[in-house]
């Protein structure tokens, strides 16, 4: 049972530098989230999709894009990395809306 | 305002007490989910109980049981015979909307609970 997986764990980037975090769910869910976790913030709700080709702003969309081509997949881009987002991304997916979502491990991200 | 309140800073029970973990929320839909959802330190987020608007019943998984108080917007968690292993932190969270489009997750900060042998 894979469920949610994220790649990489663990990141360290220099300022201004891009990438992508990977998102893979095998559950054919259709609702797929991305959070930041931070220190007494709980997690903050960055982008998410109701389905294939499909994608809305969370609370703090700035300085990440998302795209979901597919039904599986679900990357998080950073195109210009900023200490700020140094973080804990987690990635989550439910069936709809409706249902408990399925996170995964987490992404621990430090930009230097 | 916030959406979603756990104001309880750190919980401590002894291991086979109960405890209740207090979170309230802030919504004017209807229509709305209430999750509690556990992160151990080993960083996993795992779902624990789910509380629906329209459910008249209170929520129970196990040991786990949500006491669900519409009118005072409180959704409070009880974890019964505490063990070891239940220390963690416990998100509160919310989701608004009818499960469409306008459906998001909103957490609260959380709330640590540690249980003493």
């Known amino acids: 049972n894979a469920g949610v997986t994220q790649t990489p764990k663990f990141q360290v980037l220099k300022t201004g530098q891009s990438m992508t975090l990977q998102c893979a769910q095998d559950?054919?869910?259709?609702?797929m989230s991305w959070y930041r976790q931070d220190p007494g913030m709980g997690l903050r709700l960055i982008h998410y999709?109701?389905?294939?080709?499909?994608?809305d702003q969370g609370e703090v969309p700035n300085g990440y894009n998302v795209s979901r081509s597919t039904t599986e997949d679900f990357p998080l881009r950073l195109l210009s990395a900023a200490p700020s987002q140094t973080s804990v991304y987690f990635c989550?997916?439910?069936?709809?809306?409706?249902?408990?979502?399925?996170f995964g491990d987490g992404t621990r991200l430090s930009i230097l | 305002a916030q959406k979603i309140t756990q104001t309880q800073p750190g919980m401590f029970v002894q291991e086979k007490e109960a405890v209740t973990l207090d979170c309230t929320y802030d919504?004017?839909?209807?229509?709305?989910?209430l999750f509690w959802y556990k992160q151990p330190s080993s960083g996993e987020m795992i779902f624990l109980i789910y509380?629906?608007?329209?459910?008249?019943q209170n929520a129970t998984e196990g040991r786990y049981s949500l006491n669900f108080q519409k009118a005072r917007k409180s959704a409070n968690l009880v974890i019964s015979a505490s063990q070891l292993g239940d220390s963690a932190m416990y998100f509160c969270?919310?989701?608004?909307?009818?499960?469409?489009?306008?459906?998001?997750?909103?957490f609260g900060k959380g709330i640590t609970l540690s249980v003493r042998p």
């Open positions: 989550a997916s439910s069936y709809s809306g409706l249902q408990p979502q399925h």
């Open positions: 559950m054919n869910h259709e609702y």
């Open positions: 999709s109701v389905g294939a080709g499909i994608t």
């Open positions: 919504t004017s839909d209807q229509s709305y989910g």
């Open positions: 509380q629906g608007s329209y459910d008249e």
């Open positions: 969270a919310m989701r608004e909307g009818h499960g469409g489009a306008n459906s998001k997750l909103t």
